[in-house]
């Protein structure tokens, strides 16, 4: 049974088509990866399938009283309400009929006998749905589903003002997996789950009976979820029976013999070319030339995928910086109140260190509190001398309506349009996109402009929050070449171990420092 059916649909941004003549089905049951390049539209055809987005040419089909489940990081979440407030909502329809059936008991009191039958049958069949529909056992879900994304540390009566933002996206997905839509889209749902609660999440969606539509840059999670897999690219969209791996396979192959066969064709054509230059003009041979000539007219020529450029990232390395990083005595990190226990570390030249832990421990404001970003909630922190910092943020800042040149140029304002277009060029960005607005850029490609700031600034020491966010596997593949190459001191923020482990010397477990607050 289908219960999306996506029928010739084309979409674009200005003069940039992002997709031409694209079809799609999804049935019952399927679970399907979508992957694809920073920039091919993955994002776009989730907000197209949602109705956020109305393509400008085809059509999208639900099935009937589908129920469909989106997670959508921007969903704002109401001040004041705690996180069990939030993730009982997705059962707020059985909540709703727990008042029917109060407000049918008050009615009792005072009706005629032939009404009071009608109330009970109607009592009998709001009690029977709740029943079936685990009623009673809300909470018990609730907290299992709480405690498999790590909400249930954070403590569930804790108001969702107080969370950080990968928090507030575990709160999202907790209360989108309660819902138990007929079809789950999830948009890089690992992006701020910790290791411990990306394995739940595998099992979940392993055991999901549903539909699930998944775009996701993690390899290993996305090959042990997916029976289906969907690619991006150059403005069409490809199925593939499998998970990840079978697809590559399949795809090389088909790479290999697509180019066999135009080669071939190419030494084809040339032939005929010359037969045809070097006969058409006389006449014993003209009608011979002019048979090459239909021939060559009639072929149906191959055309290669034109290669999307692919990053290139080299740091900028600044000066020498003394043998001492930081120092810290008794740090304690924290705003209003104290995150950590009193820190005591000490971080030499050259050492590469990873921060890891469950989400709300504090790392993003640990890792700028080293540095000095940040003063510290007390305790004190012992800085080298001659440090160049290039920081990476996680997100860029909301609202951001320049153009990626402009965006650049307000960093470094001494280089030439050249120097600009060739920085943001390196990082795998088109003329198309550098021209573009920062806003329009899916979140990858976002992250390189980032990145192509922090590249192009001298350094020795580079503060890297979650770089792996949204990138593509070319752009992580290239950064954490250019990381291993890096001569200077780098602390970064990652929850992906494949990305970290061949790159740092040392990984410094927040967890050990957390003070639990509530």
């Not at 539509?213 to 690219?233: G, K, R």
Request: aromatic share 10%; glycine share 8%.
């Amino acid at each position: 049974m289908s219960i999306l059916t996506v029928k010739k649909i084309s979409h674009g941004f200005g003069d940039r088509a992002i997709f031409e003549d694209v079809s799609f089905r999804l049935l019952k049951g399927e679970h399907v990866g979508i992957i694809g390049a920073n920039g091919e539209g993955k994002s776009t055809f989730m907000n197209i399938v949602t109705g956020k987005l109305q393509p400008d040419e085809g059509t999208v089909e639900w099935s009937n009283r589908v129920r469909v489940g989106y997670l959508d990081q921007h969903t704002s979440l109401e001040k004041g309400t705690s996180i069990k407030d939030v993730m009982r909502g997705a059962f707020q329809y059985l909540y709703d009929m727990e008042n029917e059936i109060i407000e049918i008991g008050e009615k009792m009191g005072n009706c005629t006998e032939e009404e009071l039958y009608r109330l009970m049958d109607d009592m009998g069949n709001l009690q029977d749905t709740l029943d079936h529909n685990g009623f009673y056992t809300i909470d018990a879900r609730v907290e299992e589903v709480a405690k498999g994304l790590g909400l249930k540390d954070v403590g569930l009566e804790k108001y969702v003002d107080d969370l950080s933002g990968g928090q507030r996206s575990k709160v999202l997905l907790g209360k989108l997996l309660l819902e138990s839509p007929d079809i789950l889209l999830l948009d890089e749902p690992t992006n701020y789950l910790d290791e411990e609660h990306i394995e739940w999440l595998k099992v979940y969606l392993n055991n999901y009976e549903n539909a699930f539509m998944l775009i996701s840059h993690d390899i290993p999670f996305i090959n042990s979820v997916v029976n289906l897999i969907y690619h991006m690219e150059n403005r069409s969209l490809d199925r593939f029976v499998g998970n990840y791996d079978d697809f590559q396979l399949v795809y090389d192959a088909k790479k290999r013999q697509l180019e066999s066969a135009y080669e071939k064709q190419q030494q084809e054509i040339n032939h005929l070319e010359d037969f045809i230059s070097r006969n058409k003009a006389r006449v014993a041979t003209s009608n011979m030339a002019k048979s090459r000539q239909k021939k060559l007219d009639k072929m149906d020529k191959i055309e290669l995928s034109k290669d999307k450029p692919k990053p290139t990232f080299s740091f900028k390395e600044g000066r020498t910086s003394s043998k001492l990083i930081f120092k810290t005595d008794n740090l304690v990190i924290g705003y209003d109140e104290a995150l950590t226990k009193p820190i005591n570390v000490y971080l030499e030249k050259g050492q590469k260190i990873a921060l890891t832990g469950a989400n709300g421990l504090g790392k993003s404001t640990l890792l700028k509190s080293f540095l000095g970003m940040v003063p510290p909630f007390s305790g004190d922190i012992d800085q080298g001398e001659n440090l160049e910092i290039g920081y990476f943020e996680q997100e860029g800042p909301k609202g951001n309506y320049n153009t990626c040149i402009e965006d650049f140029w307000e960093t470094y304002p001494g280089f030439n349009q050249y120097e600009v277009r060739s920085a943001l060029a390196r990082c795998g960005l088109t003329t198309k996109h550098i021209e573009s607005k920062i806003m329009v850029l899916s979140g990858g490609e976002q992250a390189k402009v980032r990145l192509a700031k922090v590249i192009n600034r001298e350094s020795n020491i580079l503060l890297l929050d979650e770089p792996t966010n949204h990138l593509d596997q070319d752009a992580k593949d290239e950064l954490k070449r250019a990381l291993q190459e890096y001569r200077g001191t780098i602390i970064l923020v990652s929850h992906e171990k494949e990305f970290y482990e061949d790159i740092v010397t040392q990984v410094w477990n927040c967890e050990e420092w957390t003070k639990k607050l509530f």
